[in-house]
């Protein structure tokens, strides 16, 4: 069974960068999306981007050109590259791997299956 693992959060000013990884290792299916997902206080989780098999990326409207996810050949984690980093991006991270495809839908639509990890808090200060 796949597993996930974040690392990497922590407390940024306003304008500052962070770099979130995520450790996967187990089998995964050929249909697996991974992606990055966040709850923020008080507010329901949301997907932040996600890849799919074919490595198509698909990433929410309010970080487009400031995120970016990457996977590099032969190693078995899954990054998330945030920069100008503002007060509303503060929240709990997730990484996840999702049995479906394609893998756009997941950024806006609830669901409730796939593998999570334990989250990592990412903390921007103004």
């Known amino acids: 069974q796949v597993q996930v693992e974040e690392s990497g959060g922590g407390s940024v000013q306003v304008g500052g960068s962070l770099r979130l990884s995520c450790a996967i290792s187990?089998?995964?299916?050929?249909?697996?999306?991974l992606g990055w997902f966040r709850r923020a206080p008080g507010k329901a989780r949301e997907g932040v981007a996600v890849?799919?098999?074919?490595?198509?990326?698909s990433y929410r409207d309010s970080v487009k050109g400031r995120f970016t996810i990457s996977r590099e050949n032969g190693k078995d984690t899954f990054d998330l590259q945030m920069n100008g980093l503002r007060p509303e991006d503060t929240a709990l991270y997730y990484c996840?791997?999702?049995?479906?495809?394609?893998?756009?839908?997941?950024?806006?639509?609830?669901?409730?299956?796939?593998?999570w990890g334990r989250g990592t808090q990412v903390t921007v200060a103004s």
């Open positions: 996840a791997a999702i049995p479906a495809y394609p893998c756009d839908w997941t950024l806006n639509t609830p669901f409730n299956f796939g593998t």
């Open positions: 187990g089998p995964t299916e050929s249909n697996t999306c």
């Open positions: 890849e799919d098999r074919d490595g198509r990326r």
